[in-house]
Nanobody
Framework: QVQLVESGGGLVQAGDSLRLSCAAS????????MAWFRQAPGKEREFVAA????????YYADSVKGRFTISRDNGKDTVTLQMNTLKPEDTAVYYC????????????????WGQGTQVTVSS
């Protein structure tokens, strides 16, 4: 198993940047593909970005492509989501998730989740 703890959320203005971090503990971090999801009030949890175990491959939702960057440090057991040019529609609780094997965009494929961190973007 792996335990995940997110940090870095907050209240920012449109156009600002924010950096989210997810610290993992437990089994070998490099065994897990990692992803970020988000959930806005009244909406389903949606895929944001994913990164492979070796960090050799990444994938983004169209809504964040070119603005967000996912990265990982297997030496520090962390995954990061750099969010630039934030928009009010990016407002949501952001969750870090892990799964063994290859990453997917389906939230049901991820057995391990953090508690989430709130990101609020004002216009």
């Amino acid at each position: 198993q792996v335990q995940l703890v997110e940090s870095g959320g907050g209240l920012v203005q449109a156009g600002d940047s924010l950096r989210l971090s997810c610290a993992a503990s437990g089994r070998t971090f490099s065994s897990y593909a990692m992803a970020w999801f988000r959930q806005a009030p009244g909406k389903e949890r949606e895929f944001v970005a994913a990164i492979s175990r070796s960090a050799g491959s990444t994938y983004y939702a169209d809504s964040v492509k070119g603005r967000f960057t996912i990265s990982r440090d297997n030496g520090k057991d962390t995954v990061t989501l750099q969010m630039n040019t934030l928009k009010p529609e990016d407002t949501a609780v952001y969750y870090c998730a892990a799964r063994g094997g290859l990453y997917t965009t389906n939230r049901n494929d991820y057995p391990y989740w953090g508690q989430g961190t709130q990101v609020t973007v004002s216009s």
